[in-house]
Nanobody
Framework: QVQLVESGGGLVQPGGSLRLSCAASGLRFSIYAMGWYRQAPGKQRELVAAITSGGSTNYSDSVKGRFTITRDNAKRTVYLQLNSLKPEDTAVYYC??????????WGQGTQVTVSS
């Protein structure tokens, strides 16, 4: 049974930082591309950052230069470092695992709220 468990969300002031973690089990983590998506109230889920099995990364324009995605295959965990947070970053953040668009899994999400 595949599980993706996110953690690290919370309430932070504008300009602050958070680090999200997503621990994976039940899959061969190293061969999966991993991604972080977010969904704000009333909006569609959007890709924030992704990292391939080989370590290549890509980011949405709205977070480029502020967020960093990394992975630790030994720990079967993907991270998202969120810096210089803005109120518009407020959303539920979801972890995603994808293998060749054939196998596709989601975590349950973790809330990030940026507010003073």
């Amino acid at each position: 049974q595949v599980q993706l468990v996110e953690s690290g969300g919370g309430l932070v002031q504008p300009g602050g930082s958070l680090r999200l973690s997503c621990a994976a089990s039940g899959l061969r983590f190293s061969i999966y591309a991993m991604g972080w998506y977010r969904q704000a109230p009333g909006k569609q889920r959007e890709l924030v950052a992704a990292i391939t099995s080989g370590g290549s990364t890509n980011y949405s324009d709205s977070v480029k230069g502020r967020f960093t995605i990394t992975r630790d295959n030994a720990k079967r965990t993907v991270y998202l470092q969120l810096n210089s947070l803005k109120p518009e970053d407020t959303a539920v953040y979801y972890c995603n695992a994808d293998y060749a668009a054939i196998f596709h899994y989601w975590g349950q999400g973790t809330q990030v709220t940026v507010s003073s």
